[in-house]
């Protein structure tokens, strides 16, 4: 039973296509089930629309919600269409997120960590000047938020978890504690990380899967599509992966309930 919980449209101003588009992709995939997840507004800014090329504007929000919960309807019996959003770990604003988000009909929520400790998901530079204790520091830093994003209790889902695999080189080959606590953090609170299919590069790691397993993580699906081309991009793929390393099930959300469907086809 095929699914994704992780696509973004076009209000966020860094992903193609309308809402309908991404449906529309699932539906000719024959996707029993699609998550719209764009990305939350800043909502602690003072600006309506501080960063248009990151996410909506606070005034967009309510519309999002709208559309999603109208194309919900319009599909019914076709696919499942499922309300999600993608939020933020801030650590300073939780608790307004919170309150804002708590008052929608959401599926699901993922929590991602794009920023910590000042630094930037994608900046390679900072990255690449620190010493190896620096580097080693770094990556502990961001499991800590992570383990802060669990223990926060609003999300649902961990959003690419060790995206940093991505942008840091090497990033991969440093081996931390943290990784351990980190995980048995997120067991602990009972959340869910998604494996997540972009860039071609799986996040997280075999490795780090492993271990997920090892403490009871439980794992979804999200390609994280920023083009309706990329819903459900290596789902197969990543099933079979899972099932290699021993999961025998993962996650979809109704309802910010959590039910747990088989791998195996």
């Known amino acids: ?49 501080p960063s248009p090329e990151a996410s909506m504007a606070k005034s967009e929000f309510p519309e999002y919600i709208r559309e999603v919960l109208a194309l919900k309807q319009e599909f019914a019996g076709q696919i499942e269409v499922l309300l999600g959003v993608e939020a933020d770990f801030l650590p300073d604003h939780v608790d307004l997120y919170r309150s804002i988000l708590h008052a929608y009909p959401f599926d699901y929520i993922i929590g991602s960590v794009h920023d ?8 390679t530079s900072h990255w690449e000047q620190l010493s190896p204790e620096g580097k080693l520091e770094l990556k502990n830093s961001y499991y800590s938020y992570i383990a802060q994003s669990a223990k926060s209790g609003l999300y649902d889902i961990l959003g690419h978890v060790d995206a940093l695999n991505r942008y840091f080189p090497g990033y ?79 996650a979809i959300f109704k309802n910010r309930e959590r039910i747990m469907l088989p791998l195996q086809v």
């Open 1 to 49: 039973m095929t699914f994704d919980l992780h696509t973004h449209h076009n209000r966020c101003g860094h992903a193609h296509g309308s809402i309908r588009d991404y449906i529309n992709a699932a539906v000719e995939k024959g996707m029993p089930y699609i998550g719209i997840s764009d990305h939350t507004p800043f909502f602690a800014e003072t600006d309506d629309h």
């Open 116 to 123: 910590f400790d000042g630094v930037s998901l994608y900046d």
């Open 172 to 250: 991969d080959k440093l081996r931390t504690e943290m990784a351990d606590y980190t995980l048995s953090t997120i067991a602990a609170h009972d959340t869910v990380i998604e494996i997540n299919s972009s860039d071609e590069l799986w996040v997280p790691d075999g490795w780090l899967l492993e271990r997920a397993l090892h403490y009871g993580v439980k794992v979804t699906f999200g390609s994280d599509a920023h083009e309706p081309a990329s819903v459900g991009e290596y789902f197969n793929e990543i099933r079979k992966h899972l099932m290699e390393i021993g999961y025998r099930e993962w």
